[in-house]
């Protein structure tokens, strides 16, 4: 009995939530990995595009709201992920014509473009700040647990309690949707395979008549697709934040090369290797020793590896891990 | 001379600007910002040495800037005595044991092969180092941050002077920019940025978190001053009689006693913030002159015109007997330095260490874009970077507000529209920021000033 107890207090405290938050650094990930293998440069505003996707999100769920549309026990802001989606790829696609397409046109190095991407970073901050404002705004409705505690106490005699959010289960089914019926549509469609060709050689695939242009414009429709589902699923589960978006570009990055920058199956992974090692790494196991050992050995301290603090840091210290050795990621890097 | 027309014209203007806010806003103001410029401006240089010499990516200026400001912390603050007697020698013998690890890791790469055993060694004696360190030092770091935490709560300082530590914050950063170097620099270019980028965030998320060593978020306030204090010169005679003189004919105009001596007390308030901050001004202008003095000299020497021969064509540099790595390394730890070096001169002039206050946006990116914006390769170039992308970043809130109440002007002022612009003023900084940066790249990729090349 003490061991399903301790079993089920990993499973409450860690796993679930790793499992969660790994979905959404996965989804970002995804998004700079095809970026960075497609389009060939680092795309510093990834978080703030994030952002620029859930505002409408955010605004959308408020009008819906206003308007009485709900969506039953699930919540509002399911609904609005079509428009957001949609408004999110206008404002990629306008970017792309007005700054990024000249430099790939002049054939530039890929710091400069790295670094017109900081300018991007910039202007969508200042329109996110300007329309939403800086604050924090929580925009889940519905209903909030799947199964509560006490519930889970009552179904099984545990002494432990397992809570399931509905954000967690939505975040896993969606996640698991959009990545599997992206990785079909790179792997079995022709435009995917042409995508791939580009990535891999884009010389040899311009030879063989692929249009770069519709390539160029299918990479950031599905990149819009991506990154505003990734924002509107963190935002559901934690809350919407324009700094917080800003600041979570960097463990999304550290994902991205952990997993081997270019590609998508290894930004995928690298998104559950650095939120399991985040939570891994600061979860006070106190709990899960008391049930595990005998009441003679039982821990005084808190059985804490690294304070919760750290959390950021850890995924950044395995980014340097990473680079040192093995520096084209954990999966071989830049194919797509 | 007709070559540094426009590098006069563009700071004439710059100086105008300045001069402009001090007329209309108040000269304290024009002050400060002039003040923060040329701080901005010791960081670009640092940068621009980097990416302009040998375009090396480092997106890790904050870092090196909160280094530097932790300088300031470790070497002025008086040190704390009852700290170090509870915890002082366990927190040294955690040191003598990293110090001993970083030793003995170095002699095993060195005598024993790369194997499967040379791994588990060195894995062995990070782990048993790491779980010594947690045992020592935990009830230490308890012990000392139980020492009056509202006041103290942390070791303090050595006590010395804060010039010197402007000094030793170069010397801290061009230490992490060592190992830095040593880990990334090998990597590409964009892969730098990133890996520099996440390097700062985990300095600055040690320092904010360990609070045994400059109290972390709860912030340390009222350091050292190299300039004097304000309360100290609204008492002395000397300063009272010298703002008399300056003010003599407004003074004499008022016939009343009393109001002549209130007027004088106000006088003298301004004047003393004012004095403080022409105090630091002319001590940065100092440091500045002598960083542009020196990157001069070596930007147009033989040492200057290797590094651009190794940024433009790396292979061709090697193949002519140039050590790469070794330059590399050696030019990331200058210009860390000198970023060290402008984020104790900050520290120094706010007079307190705010050490969550440090975020990419502001110490990385904002940087960043002086750099491009001024001029990459020209030093010239990154002190006007530093002045005008500053000096946007401060004004840009009053001047979006002004044009605001000009494009609303004929909506009434309970309109929610007018509202929300008007409440939103200060995030146009990001705006006009982001903008310039992209007009830049787009339109003179060199930056206003351009790098010369002077042919001898």
């Known amino acids: ?336 | 001379m007709r070559q540094y027309s426009n590098v006069i014209a563009a700071y004439s203007i710059m100086l105008a600007l300045i001069i402009l806010v001090g007329v209309f806003q108040s000269w304290s103001i024009a002050l400060s910002i002039f003040n923060y410029c040329m701080i901005s401006a010791v960081m670009t240089m640092g940068a621009n040495i980097q990416w302009g010499y040998a375009g090396l990516i480092n997106f890790g200026i904050m870092g090196y800037t909160a280094l530097g400001g932790l300088a300031v912390v470790l070497v002025s603050v008086a040190p704390v005595p009852e700290a170090w007697s509870v915890g002082g020698f366990n927190m040294m013998t955690s040191l003598a044991i990293i110090i001993g690890m970083i030793f003995s890791i170095k002699y095993i790469l060195k005598k024993i092969k790369k194997s499967k055993k040379r791994n588990y060694l060195i894995s062995a004696i990070i782990i048993i180092g790491l779980i010594l360190i947690k045992l020592i030092s935990g009830p230490a770091i308890e012990n000392i941050e139980a020492v009056e935490p509202a006041k103290f709560g942390f070791l303090g300082g050595l006590g010395m002077p804060v010039l010197f530590s402007w000094i030793v914050g170069g010397f801290f950063a061009a230490g992490l920019a060592f190992v830095v170097g040593k880990v990334a620099l090998g990597l590409r270019a964009d892969y730098l940025a990133i890996a520099t980028l996440l390097i700062a965030e985990i300095v600055v998320s040690i320092i904010k978190h360990e609070d045994w060593l400059a109290r972390g978020v709860k912030n340390v306030i009222g350091l050292k001053r190299p300039a004097p204090y304000e309360i100290d010169l609204q008492t002395s005679t000397w300063f009272i009689n010298l703002v008399e003189k300056f003010h003599s004919t407004k003074l004499a105009a008022i016939s009343s006693l009393s109001e002549k001596q209130d007027l004088l007390n106000q006088l003298v308030i301004d004047a003393s913030s004012i004095y403080v901050k022409l105090c630091f001004a002319g001590l940065f202008l100092v440091v500045v002159i002598i960083l542009l003095i020196i990157t001069q000299k070596a930007l147009y020497s033989p040492w200057g015109r290797m590094m651009r021969a190794i940024r433009d064509n790396e292979e061709a540099a090697s193949a002519m007997g140039k050590n790469i790595v070794k330059q590399h390394l050696f030019i990331f730890i200058l210009g860390s330095a000198i970023v060290g070096i402008a984020g104790a001169m900050m520290v120094t002039n706010d007079g307190l260490f705010t050490p969550g206050s440090y975020r990419p946006m502001r110490y990385t990116f904002v940087i960043w874009v002086m750099v491009i914006v001024g001029g990459t390769g020209n030093n010239f170039g990154a002190i006007l970077g530093g002045f005008v992308v500053w000096f946007l970043w401060v004004q840009a809130a009053p001047m979006a507000l002004f044009v605001i109440n000009l494009l609303t002007a004929h909506l009434p002022e309970t309109n929610e529209l007018r509202i929300h612009l008007i409440e939103s003023a200060p995030y146009f900084r990001f705006l006009l920021v982001g903008i310039g940066l992209l007009l830049i790249m787009r339109f003179r990729p060199q930056g206003i000033l351009p790098e010369k090349i002077i042919k001898q």
């Open chain 1, 1 to 336: 009995m003490d061991f399903i107890n301790a079993i089920i207090v990993l499973l409450n405290y860690t796993v679930l939530p790793a499992l969660t938050y790994g979905s959404q650094l996965a989804l970002g990930a995804i998004f700079v990995t095809l970026i960075y293998g497609i389009l060939r440069f680092a795309n510093f505003a990834t978080g703030d595009m994030m952002s620029f996707g859930t505002m409408f999100a955010v605004l959308l769920t408020y009008y819906f709201q206003s308007k009485g549309i709900s969506f039953g026990f699930l919540p509002t802001a399911l609904l609005t992920i079509p428009f957001a989606v949609a408004m999110m790829i206008f404002y990629m696609l306008l970017i792309d014509k007005t700054v990024f397409s000249y430099y790939r046109i002049k054939k530039s190095p890929p710091v400069q473009l790295a670094m017109v991407s900081l300018g991007v970073m910039f202007v969508t901050q200042a329109i996110i700040r300007i329309i939403i404002g800086p604050t924090d705004r929580r925009f889940l409705d519905g209903e909030k647990f799947i199964l509560k505690a006490t519930e889970f106490k009552e179904m099984t005699g545990l002494n432990e309690g397992l809570t399931i959010k509905s954000t967690q289960v939505i975040t896993l089914v969606v996640t698991i949707t959009v990545v599997s019926i992206m990785f079909w549509f790179l792997n079995k469609t022709k435009t995917g395979t042409s995508m791939r060709a580009y990535s891999d050689n884009e010389d040899l695939a311009l030879l063989s008549g692929i249009d770069p242009k519709r390539v160029v414009m299918i990479t950031w429709i599905i990149a819009g697709i991506l990154a505003t589902i990734g924002g509107i699923l963190y935002g559901l589960d934690k809350s919407y934040r324009p700094f917080v978006y800003f600041n979570n570009m960097l463990p999304i990055f550290a994902a991205a090369i952990v997993g081997g920058i270019g590609n998508p199956y290894g930004a995928f992974f690298g998104g559950y290797v650095i939120a399991f090692a985040e939570i891994f790494l600061t979860y006070a196991y106190k709990r899960f020793f008391v049930y595990l050992l005998p009441e003679s050995l039982e821990p005084n301290s808190l059985m804490q590896l690294l304070s919760t603090d750290y959390k950021f840091a850890i995924s950044f210290s395995i980014l340097v891990v990473v680079l040192l050795f093995r520096p084209s990621g954990i999966f071989e890097g830049k194919k797509i």
